[in-house]
């Protein structure tokens, strides 16, 4: 009778020894009565552009009682409008942080890609959602009245430069470039880089109101241009035109015999004036047009305010704007700079010798949008990396759109490349 019943008990413990040891099972169970609770720090929010700089409004929130151990829950912020269902809320990451504190523009234009108007006070609501792998825990919704300001302008024409002079081949053609309005009724002006080749002028990108050389293509050589199109005369110029930053904190350094052109600055028609996104060191820079000293500026001893002195610069990424209307620039810190590498890009994947990852730059109309437009891509893969380096990445995570680990497969064409980090997303436009 022992030796049975001593055989039944070790039969028992072999059994729980089995079910215990069985790495198939995971007994990690989420507590579904966790409470996510929520605070802002006000109940309205009036947004002006005499504030921009200062600190507005914080969203804030308690760690929730997962019922386990945990030690890296990610959040994120929802926004939507006060009719909305969160299916097409704008999304703001903050990974492990239990807050989050928004600048007046970066709030502002969350709001306006929102949809709201400018000037008028409307409801939003507000959700955090914890994630611990695919689990979710939400909070309850909080309503905010606000109130943002118009901060872009609309200087959009129905006018474009279309040509092979865009591309270098006949894919131009179909590629058109903008025209903006200027101080002057139907005088319009596009900044662009030319490739050897040809160029048009049409309206709403359609043949039917077309303007060239007497009536053919316009022949251009490369360089950068501007070009000033005068609906009253039917009659258009063109002139080098470019601005660029130099000196000792740019990678290019002070210009000499055999210095590549300087750091390019691109038009920004949302604000009507001038920028470029670098990694600058400790030094000094300097403002200049058309790669020569003709016409150049720097500081006046008044932080912001142009004038002829070098301009004074600490070790960083920024985003660098200048105001030639007003005489006024400005350095903002970023955290990175995005690019893009893989064998489908010219420059390949990473090496020994290889050049800089074709970089983005922001969409300046909105906060977190980073782009590239007109890149030519052969059939391969890419992925997206921050400052030339692996640290931060993003690829394809299996469901097209959305940012994984893994390289991201593209077929050969010229695209126009969107990276969305709020909602971590990516878009890919064959042109």
């Known amino acids: ?18 079910v215990a040891c069985d790495k198939d099972y995971d007994y ?34 308690t760690e929730p009682e997962y019922g386990f151990n945990n030690e890296n829950p990610n959040y994120k912020i929802l926004f939507d409008l006060a009719a909305g269902d969160f299916s097409e809320a704008k999304t703001v990451v903050t990974t492990t942080e239990l807050s ?6 970066e709030l502002n234009k969350m709001l306006l890609n929102l949809g709201l108007e400018a000037g008028t006070a409307s409801e939003i609501q507000i959700k955090v959602i914890a994630s611990i792998g695919q689990n979710n825990i939400e909070s309850v919704v909080k309503t905010v009245t606000v109130t943002p300001f118009a901060n872009v302008l609309d200087l ?103 210095t590549p052109p300087d750091a390019k600055l691109t038009y920004d028609q949302f604000s009507d004036t001038w920028k470029v996104i670098i990694k600058l060191s400790d030094g000094e820079i300097k403002f200049r ?23 004074p610069v600490t070790a960083g990424n920024y985003i660098v704007s200048v105001d030639f209307n007003k005489l006024e620039y400005s350095l903002e810190p970023i955290a990175h700079i995005w690019g893009i590498v893989g064998d489908a890009t010219p420059i390949g994947w990473p090496g020994d010798g290889k050049p800089a990852d074709a970089k983005l730059t922001l969409d300046f109309s909105t906060t977190d949008v980073w782009v590239i437009r007109g890149i030519k891509l052969t059939t391969g893969n890419i992925k997206f990396r921050a400052d030339d380096d692996w640290g931060v990445n993003y690829g394809y995570s299996g469901v097209e759109g ?13 695209y126009d490349v969107f990276l969305n980090l709020s909602e971590l997303t990516y878009e890919l436009i064959k042109l």
């Open 100 to 105: 989050k504190t928004f600048e007046v523009l």
């Open 28 to 61: 990690t169970i989420l507590n579904s009565t966790a409470d996510l609770a929520i605070n802002t720090s006000a109940t309205a929010v009036e947004l002006t552009k005499d504030n921009i700089g200062t600190d507005i409004f914080t969203i804030s929130w």
């Open 156 to 258: 959009s024409s129905p006018w474009s430069i279309v040509g092979s002079a865009i591309t270098g081949d006949d894919t131009g053609w179909g590629m058109d470039l903008p025209f903006y309005t200027t101080k002057e009724d139907n005088v319009f002006a596009a900044y662009v880089t030319f490739f050897d080749g040809q160029f048009k002028i049409r309206k709403d990108r359609d043949w039917a109101e077309a303007y060239g050389n007497d009536g053919n293509n316009i022949d251009v050589t490369a360089g950068s241009y501007k070009v000033t199109f005068n609906y009253n005369t039917k009659t258009y110029t063109i002139v080098p035109f470019s601005w660029g930053i130099v000196g000792s904190a740019t990678p290019i350094g002070w210009p000499g015999d055999t």
């Open 289 to 311: 047009q058309n790669n020569k000293w003709d016409l150049a500026y720097g500081y006046n001893g008044t932080e912001g305010i142009l004038g002829g002195d070098n301009i």
């Open 402 to 414: 959305i940012l994984g680990g893994d390289d991201i497969p593209v077929t050969e064409g010229t």
């Open 1 to 18: 009778m022992k030796n049975y019943i001593n055989k039944i008990l070790i039969l028992f413990v072999a059994a729980i020894f089995t």
